[in-house]
């Protein structure tokens, strides 16, 4: 069993930049590829990004791709997602995701979820 709590949400102006951090309990995380989802308001759950059980991997949406950075330290048990230039349609529950296969990282089949944090980006 893997338990995900997510942190560093709120409310940011647009063209600002927050770091989103998501804790892991579980003793083999490093044994888990871990992804970043989101939820707008009336709107389908939404991949963001994902990184590998060893970090050699990444995989961000075209959406994000240039804004958002997802890393992970196995030491720490927690994976990060970096935003930058976020604008008001990045408003959204994000989600923090593990999964216990090394591949399909792009898909929503993930094993474990978090409660999310929420982000607002005014402008």
């Known amino acids: 069993q893997v338990q995900l709590v997510e942190s560093g949400g709120g409310l940011v102006q647009a063209g600002g930049s927050l770091r989103l951090s998501c804790a892991a309990s579980?003793?083999?995380?490093?044994?888990?590829?871990m992804g970043w989802f989101r939820q707008a308001p009336g709107k389908e759950r939404e991949f963001v990004a994902a990184?590998?059980?060893?970090?050699?991997?990444?995989y961000h949406a075209d959406s994000v791709k240039g804004r958002f950075t997802i890393s992970r330290d196995n030491a720490k048990n927690t994976v990060y997602l970096q935003i930058n230039s976020l604008k008001p349609e990045d408003t959204a529950v994000y989600y923090c995701?593990?999964?216990?296969?090394?591949?399909?990282?792009?898909?929503?089949?993930?094993?474990?979820w978090g409660q999310g944090t929420q982000v607002t980006v005014s402008s």
């Open positions: 579980a003793r083999t995380f490093s044994s888990y590829a």
């Open positions: 990184i590998s059980w060893g970090g050699n991997r990444i």
């Open positions: 995701a593990a999964k216990g296969v090394d591949y399909g990282l792009t898909l929503g089949n993930y094993d474990y």
